[in-house]
């Protein structure tokens, strides 16, 4: 196999034994024993986007760097040539029974959050998410919400037909009017970006680890909105990030802005009750502002 032989010669050790890892709904994921005892996670792609591998892995560089919540190490990254499969391969993490501490993981994310990040968006420019959404670099977070979210996904919403055309109006109205809702001014937070609980694993030890990010700067109510949107973290969690680096008034209130983006998203890719979601939080945002 290319890509056995890819990470024995990447790691310089033998690869001994190799198994299949359910879950995942893009890349095929594969454990690989190595013959210096350790245990490796490898994702694959038959036919990757572009830069599908490297900007995961400088996703979870850039956070890594960070040394404020756990990230894994990027053992080998390619985006695939001639002789090496497109791949990114992380130290194994041996989830255990525990839920872990809710209140240190919340403490972890404010630490991330308040490490910055040069402007938001991205300095490699790199695409992130199933519909690759756009992060330019910019000034204010009004325009990065603007112009590299709300505005794109009107279009590809529109274009799929995901969403009735008062909801897209709604959105429009709402990206054109987000000076006015209210968010604190603050520079731009170091975002894991896509942060439900699937993408937070708990070790044996109860150690809560950051993977499959989309990062980005951008405002850190966005993660939170994003913790809230599909559950699994715990009231200890907000509460103990609030105590770490307090958040704003009315943070809650605007939780729905926030999910607009991935609900948006969400609607695209599933329909169904996503639209309804979707509009709804067009609603609420509305209904705060008046």
């Known amino acids: ?150 505005q794109p996904l009107i279009g590809l919403a529109a274009d799929a037909g995901a969403l009735a055309p008062t909801t897209l109006e709604g959105i429009r109205w709402i990206s054109e009017h987000l000076d006015e809702l209210g968010v604190p001014r603050e520079p731009p937070a170091r975002l894991h970006g896509d942060l439900w609980a699937g993408n937070r694993l708990i070790d044996v030890t109860g150690t809560s680890w950051l993977i499959d990010p989309a990062a980005h700067g951008g405002h850190r109510e966005f993660d939170l909105a994003m913790m809230r949107l599909f559950g699994g973290f715990g009231i200890e969690c907000f509460e103990a990030y609030d105590q770490e680096y307090a958040l704003g008034d009315g943070w809650r209130e605007r939780l729905p802005l926030h999910q607009l983006a991935p609900l948006t998203v969400h609607a695209i890719k599933f329909g169904g009750g996503y639209a309804t979601a979707t509009d709804e939080a067009v609603r609420s945002v509305r209904r705060n502002l008046g």
């Open 1 to 150: 196999m290319r890509l056995v032989e890819a990470i024995a010669a990447t790691l310089d050790v033998a690869v001994v034994a190799t198994s299949g890892v359910t879950g995942g709904d893009v890349a095929e994921s594969h454990r690989f024993e190595l013959a210096d005892g350790r245990t490796v996670f490898v994702k694959t792609h038959r036919d990757p986007p572009t830069h599908f591998f490297t900007t995961e892995a400088a996703g979870l560089e850039w956070l890594r760097a960070a040394a404020a919540a756990s990230v894994p190490e990027v053992l080998s990254v390619s985006d695939g040539d001639e002789d090496v499969p497109p791949h990114l391969a992380l130290p194994w993490i041996e989830t255990g029974r525990s839920r872990g501490s809710d209140a240190e993981f919340g403490r972890s994310l404010a630490r991330l959050h308040r490490s910055g990040a040069p402007h938001f968006g991205r300095a490699d420019r790199r695409t992130t998410g199933s519909r690759a959404l756009p992060n330019e670099p910019c000034d204010t977070w009004t325009e990065f919400l603007s112009t590299q979210r709300l």
